[in-house]
């Protein structure tokens, strides 16, 4: 069992910043690849960034690659998602999943086995 924990969300202006973190509890922790993903209203969740539980391989969509990073320590059992050049776009529930030792970082949300209760980020224009 892992449970997620997110902090970090807020109301920020169109260009600017924030740093989510990720608390997750229980001992297995570095063998599950994390990821984040987000949910505006209205809409389906989406993939956001991944890292993997092996290699610090990375993953991002397309729509934030270059904005933000994602990045994980695994003696604090955190993981955290950089966001930079924040878009009003960028507004969404944003939610962190733990997916246990895949072969690869997936981006489709069935293959993640624990979820956080999410934390809001609202960018303003």
Known sequence: QVQLVESGGGFVQAG???RLSCAASGRTFSNYAMGWFRQAPGKEREFVAAISWNNGNTRYA???NGRFTISRDNAKNTVSL??????PEDTAVYYC???WAPATIRTE???????GQGTQVTVSS
């Not at 950089?82 to 878009?87: E, F, G, R, T, W």
């Not at 949300?109 to 979820?115: E, L």
């Open 62 to 64: 397309d729509s934030v």
């Open 109 to 115: 949300t069935i293959p993640y086995d624990y979820w």
């Open 16 to 18: 600017g910043s924030l």
């Open 82 to 87: 950089q966001m930079n050049s924040l878009k």
């Open 97 to 99: 999943a733990a997916d």
